[in-house]
């Protein structure tokens, strides 16, 4: 169980996000995640990773125009 002061903390330096995927659509994002899975990574680490790529990308997009 957690004490109050760790709920406090967590609420004050935490968000959480979740979302589906659709297999119709999204097989490449899952099978991507289920690889990192079964590798021994981190799904919620390659997730950061790859919206950081895409905002180092897109940031030096905008310094390219």
């Known amino acids: 169980m957690r004490t109050e002061a760790e709920k406090k903390?967590?609420?004050e330096n935490k968000v959480f996000y979740?979302?589906?995927l659709m297999k119709s659509n999204d097989m490449d994002?899952?099978?991507y995640l289920n690889t990192t899975k079964e590798n021994g990574g981190s799904i919620q680490g390659a997730i950061k990773e790859a919206i950081r790529f895409f905002l180092a990308y897109k940031d030096n997009?905008?310094?390219i125009q």
Do not use: H, S
């Open 29 to 31: 994002i899952i099978d």
């Open 18 to 20: 979740g979302m589906y």
């Open 9 to 11: 903390w967590d609420k």
């Open 61 to 63: 997009q905008k310094n």
